[in-house]
């Protein structure tokens, strides 16, 4: 079985959306920065969709999804059923930001869609945990894959704070932009750790642990998430206060790549086959 790539992407779009969803529920983006809530909205109902676009993409007859409805005891019908919800959360938010009306609704709904992204990722992951998969039936993965979607969307919340043009009357752009860059290195942290202490459970699962230190999938460990999808974020995360915007950008790039990386290197660990088969 190789890596399936539209299944990684899904995984990795879906949890994107927390970002957008968190930065209008926690901040007082939603009330006071109607700029950067338009941006926010809408960047989040795209990831949504585009990690809609995967899953079915992944299907290889996108018809065929009308029959994943057709038993709604199935894990994988509830799961898609909850993106679907999420993204007409999104869908309703968007348009209240960019059309104006509803404006009571906002924070509610970026609420709504903040709890139901997150649980839409922990479902996702969820469908993972397979007997027959020991490197997968561990309960550390989907709480990796969380955090992992949880530091992503951190940063892409930060990355629009950022970059987002100032609107009329909004002030204080740069506290806001210093708050998210606070929380993002303590939750990077969180996630190295869980990650780090994951793969090495999963690994000594699949074929002994000596696969992600010297083996087959070391080069993946060593520099897709230790170095690219941690180090480097962690770096530019502690000196992002010199260069905020070219720090943040380059950061959120690097924790895309170790976010590929990470759930990429589920399938060789849950198939326990050496990666170079699965291309």
Request: with cysteine; hydrophobic share 65%.
């Amino acid at each position: 079985m190789a890596i399936q790539w539209m299944l990684v992407l899904y995984s990795l779009f879906m949890g994107l959306a927390i970002g957008p969803f968190g930065l209008l529920a926690i901040t007082d983006a939603s009330a006071k920065r109607p700029a950067l809530s338009k941006w926010a909205s809408v960047v989040g109902l795209v990831c949504i969709v585009i990690a809609g676009v995967f899953a079915f993409s992944h299907l290889g007859k996108p018809l065929s999804a009308i029959y994943v409805f057709s038993n709604f005891r199935s894990p994988m019908t509830q799961e898609t059923a909850m993106v679907v919800v999420t993204g007409i959360v999104a869908a309703v938010l968007a348009a209240s930001m960019l059309f104006n009306f509803l404006p009571g609704l906002r924070k509610p709904l970026a609420w709504i869609g903040l709890v139901l992204s997150v649980v839409s990722v922990i479902m996702i992951a969820g469908i993972y945990l397979l007997p027959a998969r020991p490197a997968w039936n561990i309960w550390l993965l989907p709480l990796a894959l969380l955090m992992s979607s949880l530091i992503n969307g951190l940063l892409l919340a930060w990355v629009l704070a950022a970059f987002v043009p100032v609107g009329a009357g909004e002030t204080d752009r740069p506290a806001l932009v210093e708050k998210l860059r606070s929380w993002a290195l303590p939750v990077l942290v969180l996630y190295a750790a869980v990650a780090i202490v994951y793969f090495l459970m999963a690994a000594s699962l699949a074929g002994g642990i000596v696969r992600i230190l010297i083996g087959d999938l070391a080069f993946w460990f060593w520099l897709g998430l230790i170095v690219v999808g941690l180090a480097a974020p962690a770096v530019l995360v502690w000196f992002g206060k010199k260069s905020p915007k070219l720090s943040v950008l380059a950061a959120f790039v690097f924790l895309l790549v170790g976010g590929l990386v990470v759930r990429a290197l589920l399938f060789p660990l849950g198939m326990r086959v050496p990666i170079t088969s699965l291309w």
